[in-house]
């Protein structure tokens, strides 16, 4: 599953460079369809995705790249918001409502340049369609397999309104010991911790503010609780790959801990007099914590405990563990269940069914491209092939423990058999690129807490969208959590300070734009447009190679911060290279240093202009416009040839004229004043 972390110490060279499969499906993360997106869906998620989808398409061929997400269009959140949109005199349908904040998605996507194959919606059109029926039968083979249950759980109920509450209608806190989230709904926090309902703190219902009781209903459930070992052997296989981020393997082993409860000091006493009634567990006490720890061997023991505790009012938080994985729920607007055996009408709940959406739109895609929609296995199901998952770490929980689990569990009906390395025909486990919190002003924003987030189009008034992708890859998201500060959007920002957001964008309308311009304009001016085409200088072939080298390392390792800082160093040397052989060429007026210089920058152009094509797609087509060469310009099949090589038998290319003052890299407007 991955290369031992040690070979990747070496120094990179031509002999030691990653492997990238044959195939490989890319995907983003959902945005719920009751909102535009905010700056986090796309500076947090979306940007690196497309930076990737775009650097496999020039590495392994554009043909054997699929980049699907859409509009995550079911659930209690959606729900939930048209309830109180029609409260205000909203008069559409929820799918006009849907439809609406899709179609607001996809344009905003469009302009930041993401260049998603298909932005599909789980509810609308045909991508529907496709996903009905791949969320039908996944369910019934996982029934089939044996490894989901029904469980009767509570599910809370509003007695004033006369209603079962959807999960976004009952407000609480989180259960789970040291959680911070703002907010806690029935049986999810917004941090993305799991717990069962009746361990919601302090539930109050959303509709009328009243304190719901608890009603029994039965749902279909996958057995979670039992994939501990076998997510334990994927950890394992994790921790070897070095495209897997920390966060990740380390948040994933977080919930494989066995069933915990923590107890403040205080309630020792009241624990001492029931600990007989609860089942055989350990108990662990620390001198300088103000709580002890009780554990339990399996998640049924714990929640009889807490039951126990909670009838002699003692105050406890539950531990990080697995909890069965709830498939099915009786909200009205959610994609219909199939039935498996006497239960009443049920619909998927939004979390399983979103994360098999990419299969669907991945079947959609192929499908409208006039392809068979069952070649998706070829993509999901192959080890010629390979899928990345973009997220943000709230999400892990959900895409690193869930998803394989389910993944797994397709394999076969004895968990025995399961292997976390399955087999050719089988789901094979995706890459998860995980991105810590995108902050703003050093405040963590959402649409569901206090601080409001800006809006992914209200920054496209102030930055081009250039500019912004370079600035949030440079963020370096993969190691922390790190603040956005638009100068613009920033009251304590003063004048005199630079924006922190066109730092990188300025690298290259000032940086690249001169170094392009300069050898432009010289071509026209000396060689009548003709650029120069011969022999590159050892050294120059030399930095170049280790650029690309270096850059491919990072890249297979989604290291995106790195590989902007790969970037800046290159283009800078081409500048200073530059404008030192080009002053020698104009003080002697020599033709063959002029010559040299020209054919030695202009390969650097090239390079630069290659590697940076993903992050800046349309200042770098535009480039490859001017410099009149074909498609195969991109091509990584070609990415250490000089011009030389990719024009035998020619000493000369004529480019494209070149107008004074022209910018391949452009400012926003608003910028001209700045330096």
């Known amino acids: ?25 890319i995907t983003g993360g959902m945005p719920y369809g009751n909102k535009q997106l905010h700056f986090g869906h796309v500076g947090g998620v979306f940007v690196f995705a497309d930076v990737y989808a775009r650097f496999l398409r020039d590495r392994i061929g554009k043909e054997n790249v699929i980049f699907v997400s859409g509009t995550d269009c079911y659930g209690s959140p959606i729900a939930e918001a048209y309830r109180k949109l029609c409260a205000e005199g909203y008069t559409g349908s929820i799918r006009d409502f849907v439809q609406s904040n899709h179609e607001a998605q996809k344009k905003t996507l469009d302009d930041y340049n993401i260049s998603l194959d298909l932005f599909g919606a789980s509810a609308l059109g045909k991508t529907a369609e496709m996903h009905d029926n791949v969320s039908d039968k996944f369910i019934r083979k996982l029934y089939e397999l044996g490894h989901l249950e029904k469980i009767s759980t509570a599910q809370f109920y509003d007695e004033k309104a006369g209603t079962f509450l959807n999960g976004r209608q009952v407000v609480g806190k989180c259960p789970v010991q040291g959680c911070c989230s703002e907010k806690a709904y029935a049986d999810e926090c917004d941090l993305g911790h799991q717990y069962m309902p009746a361990n919601l703190i302090d539930p109050k219902s959303t509709v009328t503010g009243e304190t719901p009781v608890m009603k029994n209903v039965d749902n279909w459930y996958f057995r979670l609780t039992e994939y501990n070992d076998i997510l334990k052997s994927m ?80 105050r406890f938080r539950e531990g990080k563990t697995l909890v069965p994985f709830r498939l099915t729920g009786n909200i009205e607007w959610g994609v219909k269940a199939p039935k498996l055996q006497d239960e009443n009408d049920l619909t998927v709940w939004v979390w399983p069914e979103s994360l098999w959406a990419p299969i669907s739109f991945t079947a959609a895609y192929l ?192 290291e995106f911060h790195q590989v902007t800082y790969v970037l800046d160093s290159y283009i800078r040397k081409a500048s200073k290279y530059m404008a030192k052989a080009k002053a020698e060429a104009d003080k002697s007026e020599d033709e063959a240093l002029r010559k040299k210089y020209l054919i030695n920058t202009f390969h650097m152009i090239r390079t630069a202009a290659v590697l940076l094509h993903p992050l800046a797609p349309v200042g770098t087509e535009m480039v490859l416009d001017y410099l009149n060469c074909g498609e195969d310009f991109w091509s990584w099949d070609n990415i250490f040839a000089t011009f030389a090589d990719i024009l035998p038998g020619e000493t000369s290319h004529k480019l494209k004229f070149l107008e004074p003052k022209v910018d391949f890299f452009k400012r926003h407007p608003s910028q001209f004043a700045q330096k």
């Open 367 to 558: 499908e409208s491209v006039g392809r068979s929609a069952s070649e998706w296995a070829d993509y999901w199901c192959s080890k010629d092939a390979k899928v990345y998952q973009f997220i943000g770490q709230d999400n892990i929980y959900f895409y690193g423990i869930a998803e394989p689990a389910m993944w797994l569990a397709m394999q076969d009906s004895d968990n025995s058999k399961l292997t976390a390395q399955p087999e050719e025909g089988s789901l094979q486990l995706p890459v998860l690129v995980a991105n810590h919190h995108i902050l703003f002003l050093d405040k963590k924003a959402s649409s569901s807490s206090e601080i409001k987030p800006p809006m992914a189009a209200e920054l496209l008034d102030h930055y081009t969208a250039e500019q912004l992708r370079m600035h949030w890859l440079s963020l370096g998201l993969g190691m922390r959590s790190v603040s956005f500060c638009p100068k613009v959007l920033n009251p304590a920002a003063k004048p005199e300070e630079s924006d922190p957001v066109t730092k990188e964008g300025f690298l290259l309308s000032n940086v690249f734009n001169r170094v392009i311009r300069t050898c432009f304009y010289d071509t026209q001016k000396y060689f009548d447009g003709e650029m120069p085409v011969g022999q590159v200088d050892d050294d120059i072939l030399a930095e170049s190679e280790k650029a690309i080298l270096e850059y491919e390392r990072f890249m297979y390792k989604t």
């Open 235 to 314: 950890v394992e296989d994790m921790q070897k790959q070095e495209n897997v981020r920390p966060v990740v393997a380390k948040t994933i082993k977080e919930f494989l801990e066995p069933p915990v409860i923590y107890v403040m000091n205080t309630f020792k006493e009241v624990y001492d007099s029931v600990k007989d009634k609860m089942a055989e567990h350990q108990l662990i006490e620390e001198p300088k914590k103000t709580s002890f720890t009780i554990v339990f061997k399996t998640l049924h023991e714990r929640d009889e405990a807490c039951k126990i505790l909670t009838e002699n009012k003692v």
């Open 1 to 25: 599953m991955g290369k031992d972390n040690r070979e990747y110490n070496k120094k990179p060279s031509r002999d030691n460079r990653p492997e990238f499969p044959k195939r490989a499906v």
